[in-house]
């Protein structure tokens, strides 16, 4: 079965210090990945996507993940985090099962202190 | 804000009621989903469309019944609902190739929040 898995329910992480979102995906052929994050009575919002190449991929918002295909990984990461970056994340890949469609894990809230 | 827009943002409506819920996308893509989001529970993907052909029903209840007229909008048609219900009901779409490549990533609506009492 096609799935991603968020490990993490809530992260903290104080003010300027750097973060990880976890995620990790099971998916047959190859993967596509995206995360976005989503703010409160908010839809969601798209932060970035791997397809192919880098296994380094920047998004908006300083965000950048790390496409790991041994550890079938999309870790979400940030050097220097933002009291404003506090949110729900959700990762994402776009799996053919039928249909091409996006399946999200569970989501991480963030919650970055001041 | 992200070229989805979906109407009304929140809703109340008895369980007696029919109502619609509308998401119209200005992006040009040819496929459209319907989420749902409850609290403490992950996304779930509720019908998706391409080029206007239902390709998916996720085991959605007959209360729900989605209609697409055309490749710009999506509706969500509501009758004799539960509480259980209630929930943040999310739209979005996506520029699919006929060879399944990915052209770009899905774009979301704000969502409207519905409530059954």
């Known amino acids: 079965a096609q799935s991603v898995a968020q490990p993490e329910d809530q992260v903290n992480v104080a003010e300027g210090n750097p973060l990880t979102v976890k995620c990790t995906y099971s998916?047959?052929?190859?993967?596509?990945l995206f995360w976005y994050v989503q703010y409160p009575n908010r839809g969601l919002q798209f932060l970035l996507k791997?397809?192919?190449?880098?296994?380094l991929v920047k998004g908006s918002y300083g965000f950048e993940a790390e496409f790991n295909k041994s550890q079938t990984s999309f870790h979400l990461k940030k050097p220097s985090a933002l009291v404003s970056d506090s949110a729900l994340y959700f990762c994402?890949?776009?799996?053919?099962?039928?249909?091409?469609?996006?399946?999200f894990g569970t989501g991480t809230r963030l919650k970055v202190l001041a | 804000e992200t070229g989805v827009t979906q109407t009304p943002r929140h809703l109340v409506m008895g369980m007696t009621n029919k109502k619609s819920l509308k998401c119209e996308q200005h992006?040009?893509?040819?496929?459209m989903y319907w989420y749902k989001q409850s609290a403490k529970k992950p996304l779930e993907l509720m019908f998706v469309?391409?080029?206007?052909?239902?390709?998916e029903n996720n085991s959605v209840p007959s209360r729900f019944s989605p209609e697409c007229p055309n490749s710009s909008h999506l509706f969500l048609h509501l009758h004799t609902l539960q509480p259980e219900d209630s929930a943040l009901y999310l739209c979005?779409?996506?520029?699919?190739?006929?060879?399944?490549?990915?052209?770009?990533?899905?774009?979301f609506g704000q969502g409207t929040r519905l409530t059954v009492v």
């Open positions: 469309y391409n080029f206007k052909e239902q390709t």
């Open positions: 979005a779409s996506s520029q699919e190739s006929m060879r399944g490549r990915v052209d770009t990533e899905a774009f």
């Open positions: 998916v047959s052929g190859n993967p596509y």
């Open positions: 994402a890949v776009r799996a053919l099962s039928g249909t091409y469609k996006y399946i």
């Open positions: 992006l040009g893509h040819n496929a």
């Open positions: 791997y397809i192919t190449g880098d296994n």
